[in-house]
C-alpha cells in the first residue's frame, strides 16, 4: 500500500519534555534512505534541549513555537521550514492553545539523542 | 538560518505536464542525505506518468489529486502519506477546484525521470 492517512496511524507519547508525542509516517524500513515522522507537542509541552548525531530536515504543518537551534532564537509556525544540523542543540516550547505540530526526517543512520543544558 | 518561510521561496514553473510548479525547500546543497522539494499542481492540471531512479516520500499539505503509482490507482489528499519506490511509474491528476501540494523528499542520488507511456 504505497498510501497512508496520516490520521490512521499510531501518535506514540514521548517520555521527554512534557506534552510531546511521536508519529512514524514513513519508517526506516520502508525508507530506504531516510524517514518521515510527525512530531506533535500539545499546547503548554516542550521538548528539552538535546543533540541528535544526524540531522532533521523539517516542516511545520501547524501551531506555533519557541525553538532555540545553536545560537538561533526562532519562533516557527506553519509553513516554516527547518535546518537542524547533525550535533546541534535544539529545543522546542509551545506557544499559544495550538498543538505544535511538525513532520521530522532523518537520514536512516544511527541516532544517538542527549539531552543537554538549557541556556534558559 | 535554520528556519525559511515557504512563501518566500520561489516556486517555479515546471515544462512536464499541465499547472506543475516546483520550489526547492532544502536543497541537496543544505541537506547531506537528502532534499526537501514542494511540488504545486494548480486545479485541473497534471503530471504525466513517469519513472525516477530514485524513491519519493511524500507528503500532502492540500488538495487532492487522482495517483497512479504502478498497480495502484488511489486518491491522495491532505495530510496523506505517500511512499512511491525507485523506477515505479506514477503520475497525479488533480480533483476539483483547489491546488494539489505535497511536500516530495528524495535522497541525494542522480535522479534520472523518463516520461513513460499512460495507461489511460
New interface residues.
Given amino acids: 500500500?504505497?498510501?497512508?492517512?496520516?490520521?490512521d496511524?499510531p501518535l506514540e507519547p514521548l517520555s521527554v519534555g512534557a506534552k510531546t508525542s511521536k508519529q512514524v509516517?514513513?519508517s526506516d524500513q520502508?525508507?530506504?534512505?531516510?524517514a518521515?515522522r510527525r512530531f506533535v507537542i500539545e499546547a503548554g509541552g516542550f521538548m528539552p534541549m538535546h543533540t541528535n548525531t544526524v540531522?532533521h530536515?523539517q516542516?511545520c504543518?501547524g501551531g506555533k513555537a519557541k525553538?532555540i537551534?545553536?545560537d538561533?532564537k526562532?519562533i516557527?509556525q506553519k509553513?516554516?521550514?527547518?535546518?537542524?544540523p547533525?550535533n546541534v542543540p535544539h529545543c522546542y516550547k509551545t506557544i499559544g492553545d495550538e498543538a505544535f505540530e511538525f513532520?521530522c526526517?532523518i537520514?536512516n543512520?544511527e541516532d544517538i539523542i542527549e539531552i543537554v543544558d538549557d541556556p534558559e
Fill in positions: 500500500m504505497s498510501v497512508k492517512n496520516m490520521d496511524l509516517l514513513i520502508e525508507g530506504p534512505n531516510f518521515m540531522e530536515e516542516f504543518i525553538v537551534i545553536g538561533e526562532v516557527v509553513n516554516n521550514v527547518v535546518f537542524i547533525a513532520l526526517l537520514p543512520q
